[in-house]
């Protein structure tokens, strides 16, 4: 295996190390902010879907055990 050119001639500090967590640390970050919004646009539809799902199932369900009551006067 063969060296970068740039690490080659002298030792690997906890700076260097610190500096390149911080540049990782930065892409993820951007990246998470980056899916957040999608994120949560998705979580909101979602929950619109149920509650809409949930409220017209229980209204047909409701309309379908309705009892029907005839009264006549004799």
């Known amino acids: 295996m063969s060296k970068p050119a740039a690490v080659a001639d002298r030792k690997i500090t906890r700076d260097d190390i610190e500096a390149k967590l911080q540049e990782l640390r930065g892409e993820v970050d951007q990246r998470a ?3 957040k919004v999608p994120a949560i646009a998705i979580a ?3 929950a619109v879907l149920t509650i809409a799902a949930a ?3 229980g209204r047909r369900k409701g309309k379908r055990r309705q009892t029907v009551l005839e009264i006549r006067r004799i």
């Open 33 to 35: 902010e980056a899916a």
């Open 44 to 46: 909101v539809g979602v």
């Open 55 to 57: 409220y017209l199932f």
